[in-house]
Each structure stands twice: as C-alpha cells, then as structure tokens.
C-alpha cells in the first residue's frame, strides 16, 4: 500500500496519507510526479524486460515525449542479489541529479525520500506507482535490507543514473524501510 510521511528536517512526523488522490496531491506542491499505471495485459513473475515494457507502452511513451526521455529498463532487485548491501548503502545518501529520476514499481515496494526545504517527504512506492523526482532535487532511496521489487526506469542520458551526492547525512535520521511503522503499512 502505498504512502506519504511528511516529516520536519529533524525526522519529526508532521501528516501522513494513504490515499492515492492525497499523495499525489501533496507530492505535487513539490513539483513531484505520483501516477498509477496498469498494465496492457498480464504479467507472470519471469516477464522479461522487453515483456515489461510492452505492457506498460503507452505510458511509458507518453512520459518520453513529455520530458524527451531516451532510453528504458527494467531494474530487478531481490533478496538473494549479491550485491544488496552495497546497493542499498549507495542509494541512501543523499544525492541529486542532473535529470528526473522517473521509477515505475511493476511489483514489490520501496521508500524514497524527497527534501524540499525544511521538508521531507518519505513516499512508500508498491506496485502501480510512478514516481518522478525532478532534476536536482535532494534525495534518497531505499530498498530495505532485503529488497523485493521490479522497476521500469526512464533516462534522458545515455549514462542513466548518475547520483552527484551531497556529503549531508540527514538520511541517517529518518526511518529505513524495515522500521516496525512501514512493515504495518505495506
């Protein structure tokens, strides 16, 4: 299920929805895209990439002529990938980047974390959702420490995700996937 935590810069709870509407709503007023998307046709768990992307072609058009996407993939995290710790480490700093970083959750869940001045915005994603962060807005990811997801990603660059960390460890304050308060939500 998916969900907004709204905190201060200090990790203090301010709202929280669960609504679709309300979440997007709210995510708006930051300049934050929050859709839901359904597929053209069923999906089994060994789709392929090219598979996904087909169910998902008309959405996945419709943002890469809005923003002049180039490229799309297909990212598949489990809880048996060798190098979980060390992606999950990564993503969690905080870090900007030059273009959107645009995420479509085929299935399983994650947890980004977007500041806008003294706010943070903690956005569960499950299956359905896309989220689309602006170009240098402060953020950060996590995929739990056990991640479970398949995500369509859209790039502008040819180098795709390029992270331009900013050294503040305000991540390190907030509550991480596995927290007792996001297990109940999902």
């Given at each position: 299920?998916?969900?907004?935590?709204?905190?201060?810069?200090?990790?203090?709870?301010?709202?929280?929805?669960?609504?679709?509407?309300?979440?997007?709503?709210?995510?708006?007023?930051?300049?934050?895209?929050?859709?839901?998307?359904?597929?053209?046709?069923?999906l089994?768990?060994?789709?392929?990439?090219d598979?996904?992307?087909?169910?998902?072609?008309?959405?996945?058009?419709?943002l890469?002529?809005?923003?002049?996407?180039?490229?799309?993939d297909?990212?598949?995290?489990?809880?048996?990938?060798?190098?979980?710790?060390?992606?999950?480490?990564?993503?969690?700093?905080?870090?900007?980047?030059?273009?959107?970083?645009?995420?479509?959750?085929?299935?399983?869940?994650?947890?980004?974390y977007?500041?806008?001045?003294?706010?943070?915005?903690?956005?569960?994603?499950?299956?359905?959702?896309?989220?689309?962060?602006?170009?240098?807005?402060?953020?950060?990811?996590?995929?739990?420490?056990?991640?479970?997801?398949k995500a369509?990603?859209?790039?502008?660059t040819?180098?795709g995700?390029?992270?331009?960390?900013?050294?503040?460890?305000?991540?390190?304050?907030?509550?991480?996937?596995?927290?007792?308060?996001?297990?109940?939500a999902?």
């Amino acid at each position: 299920m998916s969900e907004l935590r709204i905190y201060e810069e200090n990790a203090r709870p301010l709202a929280t929805y669960t609504k679709f509407e309300d979440i997007r709503d709210q995510l708006e007023k930051i300049g934050v895209q929050f859709e839901r998307w359904e597929a053209s046709k069923p999906l089994d768990a060994q789709a392929t990439q090219d598979e996904i992307i087909e169910a998902y072609r008309g959405s996945v058009n419709r943002l890469m002529n809005q923003y002049g996407f180039k490229s799309v993939d297909v990212i598949s995290l489990h809880p048996a990938h060798p190098q979980k710790d060390v992606l999950r480490t990564k993503f969690l700093s905080e870090h900007r980047h030059d273009e959107f970083e645009v995420r479509f959750f085929v299935d399983g869940e994650a947890l980004f974390y977007i500041r806008d001045h003294d706010r943070v915005h903690g956005v569960l994603c499950s299956k359905g959702d896309l989220i689309s962060v602006p170009a240098n807005v402060r953020h950060w990811f996590d995929m739990g420490p056990n991640p479970n997801f398949k995500a369509i990603r859209l790039f502008i660059t040819p180098d795709g995700w390029v992270a331009n960390f900013t050294g503040d460890a305000i991540a390190d304050r907030f509550p991480r996937l596995e927290a007792p308060h996001y297990q109940q939500a999902a």
